[in-house]
């Protein structure tokens, strides 16, 4: 486990974490757990347990698997929380010593794999941080090479609404790029339907990334709001409202589907289809134009943005094969991190599985000790 660097200190400490504790939350979200890599002083939401006979990973595991139990008590009291004694009380599994050896080297294997891949993933963000910024106010040039930065070579670029831009860049409003910046308006509720047409709403606007997990249809009239608010490829949707405002997302030119969007979430339409995919990449979390949508929020006592918000977000425009190679090289590393996440979300699944077999006893491990035996014998 990484060793974080301590952020707050006590000098009475009520209760002490041992390194190596497992560490469980008993207050809401009551169950969640972690492994103390140090000595700790835990406050009164922690509790923590020091297995005797099993190592670090499989006691948290064991105390994470049967942390359910725990949740369905607490949901008896006001506040979501349990006391010591549910706690001293909960039963876990009596794993003979060499199954628990062997469980113990495969729950390490599991989450030496998964830490590594969660350390890429953070890595590559950083990467992609760094690339969005330079190819996004600097360029490429006719060779293919980044611009220098205007501090070595400021004939190289011009003042614009975003600052310093490349000379041969453009800098425009979405307004006046796009034929249609719109939302859906209250009311969608009575057309709701178990099948139909998707409604897009602000949870499927993830950043960069449609989301279709969570899926609402929809039997609208095919006038008025029905005609109004229904997408098409290369269509870029912004949540306007809500914990998620300020997620955008593009359309892809694949798109096959109909749907409508709903009062939560913007939908913009450029002149040039094709802006959309760029417009994306420089509005999204790290990129040089997200501080706009941002911005469009201060002050304000909820988060939200209207359509004129929308509407005077400005944007570059290099021409058109530059634009085309730098939407191509931030989707490649943009790739690379949802590949990384689909096989952390794989590990993780295959964790869940492995020892939801193992600590029910399902699938012994005994075939493995076997093995391991002959093995070491031969």
């Known amino acids: 486990m990484k060793r974080r660097r301590t952020k707050y200190s006590c000098t009475q400490p009520a209760k002490i974490a041992e390194q190596g504790s497992s560490l469980i939350s008993v207050r809401a979200p009551v169950g969640e757990t972690n492994i103390s890599d140090q000595l700790y ?11 005797h006979r ?17 949740d369905k008590v607490s949901q008896g009291t006001t506040f979501a929380a349990i006391g010591g004694a549910d706690l001293r009380t909960l039963l876990v599994a009596d794993i003979p010593d060499q199954e628990a050896e062997v469980l113990e080297r495969v729950l390490d ?27 996004l106010t600097r360029g490429i040039d006719e060779s293919g090479r980044l ?111 109909e749907a409508f969007v709903s009062q939560h979430v913007g939908l913009i339409r450029f002149r040039q289809p094709e802006l959309s995919k760029f417009a994306e990449i420089f509005l999204v979390k790290g990129a040089p134009g997200n501080s706009q949508l941002l911005d469009a929020q201060y002050g304000q006592s909820k988060p939200g943005l209207s359509l004129d918000n929308l509407r005077s977000l400005v944007i570059p425009i290099p021409p058109q094969q530059e634009r085309n190679e730098l939407v191509r090289r931030v989707e490649a590393i943009k790739i690379r991190i949802l590949g990384e996440k689909a096989s952390l979300d794989k590990l993780h ?8 077999n193992l600590l029910t006893g399902r ?16």
């Open 41 to 51: 002083c835990i406050g009164r939401g922690l509790a923590a347990v020091k297995f």
């Open 54 to 70: 099993y190592g670090e990973s499989l006691g948290r595991e064991l105390l994470s698997f049967n942390a359910k139990k725990l």
């Open 109 to 135: 294997t599991l989450d030496t794999q998964i830490q590594k891949t969660e350390a890429l993933i953070a890595k590559l963000e950083k990467v992609k941080e760094g690339l969005l910024h330079d190819l």
């Open 147 to 257: 611009r220098p930065s205007p501090e070595l070579a400021p004939e190289l670029y011009k003042a614009s609404p975003l600052g310093l831009i490349p000379r041969e860049w453009d800098a425009l409003s979405i307004g006046q790029l796009s034929v249609l910046v719109t939302s859906g308006s209250r009311g969608w509720a009575e057309y709701y339907s178990d099948s139909g047409d998707l409604f897009i709403r602000s949870q499927n606007v993830r950043m960069g990334l449609i989301d279709l997990t969570d899926q609402q249809y929809v039997t609208p009239p095919s006038d008025g709001e029905g005609q109004r608010t229904s997408v098409k490829p290369w269509d870029l949707l912004v949540t306007i409202t809500g914990n998620s405002v300020g997620n955008i997302a593009n359309l892809s030119e694949e798109w096959n589907r």
């Open 349 to 356: 699944t295959q964790k869940s599985g492995l020892m939801d």
């Open 363 to 378: 699938v012994r491990v005994t075939p493995l000790l076997e093995q391991a035996q002959a093995t070491t014998q031969a």
